[in-house]
């Protein structure tokens, strides 16, 4: 990983380099305008290897630079849309708790860490049951891995571009500090963090987390029937983490519910990474150029992002399985039934890691973490279904160095069984790696995952096909995926749910 010291001394090293500055005078170009940066340059079959940095420069002042500011101290009118105030407000203070960084909150309890690498990690997820009258093991550790952003421009200048932002930049190291009532709402509370800079110095950042109940309104079940009505508001708590990775910035979400759902969002945001070009109109474009014309001669590039997340699963203790439950189409044999068709279960207990390599969409199917060795009354396997985002897989040509490299990439779900020394699933050392430490090699070994300490290994993606509104800072893209208890209780954990008390309003009244 580069450190923030690293990459910043190779930065100024083109201002000490003599004909560097030679080539600037010639042209005519302010020195006090350019600013250089340092990017990884990947690995394309070299035998051999040595840490290097590509820097490149760049100079601040341009042609034409119209409708490309978005600081908002530098807008002009008109403005819009106008949107109105909204109050979000605790009298009795939060309803959660924080000792050390363990953070209790109506059913749960969990531990709140942070990592230079990959950021938040979450830990000793437990849930109260009601019925058991005691605390439930869920996930024993949860953090994104590595995130893999693979752009799509094969040229000289850009075909090394294909960056793993944890293992490569520090995901963690490049946590941004969180502002009250724009990153978070009103009745957040904030947590710092802490790392070893590259001379081993410690570096704070403020305001790394926010912790915060979320009530919008949202509804935690509810049913009518005849003249009653019975309905149950729903509140969850989230934590947020933001890392800004050069020009992205990421906003993490980890989100519990009462209902024992663990949901995880990720908003994808900032500036896009954009080139220059000759056109100003699509018409004149007669050439693959890697991209979408945003604005006059300037062109975003097509790329991706995989983000994967190491769960380390402990559902109601460590010996688990993973069930694939198969959903198959069977025919109705009684013809004096007019009905045809119809769908059952058929489940799948993997054995091996390589039965437990899914790409998602395929195949529909149901996929569980159960613990094969407890089972509710009705005699089903207790468990946690994954509940994924939408399916998205790598284009690259598997023999593509970078596709090597981000093997992690070729299944969105792996089954592993648990190793302390497989956390990141892109390798040990990430930058100039040759993809020879990826979970896509570990699991060759085909170890048994049956009723064992396991991990699953979860990968969502977008494909990014830049578009206009996305320039010159892009509106928040968001996606995300779930963890949803699946026969973990006896029945619905939430039935005697207490709604949150409602506040009085002006002109507010629960009366037609």
């Known amino acids: 990983m580069l450190t923030f010291g690293e990459q910043t001394v190779a930065s100024q090293l083109p ?47 341009v042609a034409k630079a119209e409708g490309t500011e978005y600081r908002a101290s530098k807008l002009k009118p008109p403005f819009g849309p106008k949107l109105k105030g909204i109050a979000v407000t605790q009298h009795d203070g939060p309803g959660f708790t924080i000792d050390g960084h363990s953070v209790s909150w109506a059913n749960w309890i969990f531990h709140l860490g942070f990592d230079i690498q990959v950021g938040p990690i979450i830990s000793l997820a437990s849930i109260y049951d009601l019925q058991k009258q005691k605390y439930r093991q869920v996930l024993y550790r949860g953090f994104i891995s590595e995130l893999f952003v693979p752009y799509q421009d094969p040229t000289e200048e850009w075909y090394y571009t294909t960056y793993f932002d944890c293992g490569e930049y520090g995901f963690g190291q490049s946590m941004s500090s969180l502002q009250p009532l724009t990153d978070c709402p009103a009745n957040a509370v904030f947590l710092d963090a802490y790392y070893a800079a590259s001379d081993g110095s410690p570096v704070k950042i403020s305001n790394a987390f926010c912790i915060f109940e979320r009530y919008a309104g949202d509804i935690m079940w509810r049913h009518t029937e005849s003249e009653s009505q019975m309905k149950w508001s729903d509140v969850s708590l989230v934590v947020r983490a933001v890392s800004t990775v050069g020009n992205y910035d990421y906003i993490i979400d980890w989100e519990f519910k009462p209902s024992g759902s663990i949901k995880l969002g990720v908003g994808l945001t900032g500036i896009l990474e954009v080139k220059a070009g000759p056109y100003t109109n699509t018409d004149q474009i007669k050439e693959d150029i890697y991209g ?17 997340y190491y769960l380390d699963l402990d559902i109601d203790g460590e010996a688990n399985s993973f069930v694939k439950n198969n959903l198959e189409t ?149 996606g995300g995926f779930e963890l949803r208890p699946t026969n973990f209780f006896e029945s619905n954990p939430v039935l005697k749910a207490k709604s949150p008390k409602p506040m009085h309003w002006p002109n507010c009244t629960s009366q037609h």
């Open 330 to 478: 069977v025919k109705v044999k009684d013809h004096t039934i007019p009905r045809k068709s119809y769908w059952t279960v058929v489940s799948e207990t993997a054995k091996t890691e390589a039965e437990a390599r899914i790409n998602l969409g395929l195949k529909p199917s149901d996929l569980v973490v159960v613990n094969p060795n407890k089972k509710t009354k009705q005699g089903n396997k207790i468990g946690y279904r994954l509940l994924p985002g939408s399916a998205v897989h790598p284009l690259l040509v598997t023999d593509d160095y970078p596709q090597i490299r981000g093997a992690f990439t070729n299944y969105n779900v792996w089954i592993t069984p648990y190793n302390k020394s497989e956390k990141w699933v892109g390798g040990l050392y990430v930058d100039r790696s040759r993809g020879d430490d990826t979970i896509a090699v570990w699991s060759l070994r085909d170890r048994e995952i049956e009723n064992k300490d396991i991990v699953l290994w979860y990968t969502m993606g977008i494909h990014h096909v830049p578009s206009q509104e996305d320039f010159p800072v892009m509106p928040t893209l968001s």
């Open 292 to 308: 979408t014309l945003l604005a006059d001669n300037t062109i975003g590039v097509y790329h991706d992002h995989f983000l994967t």
């Open 15 to 61: 201002f000490s380099y003599e004909p560097f500055k030679e080539s600037l005078r010639k042209r005519g170009l302010n020195i006090s305008q350019v600013l250089c940066a340092s990017f990884t340059i990947g690995w394309f079959g070299e035998r051999k290897t040595k840490r290097t940095v590509k820097v490149k420069c760049y100079y601040r002042k």
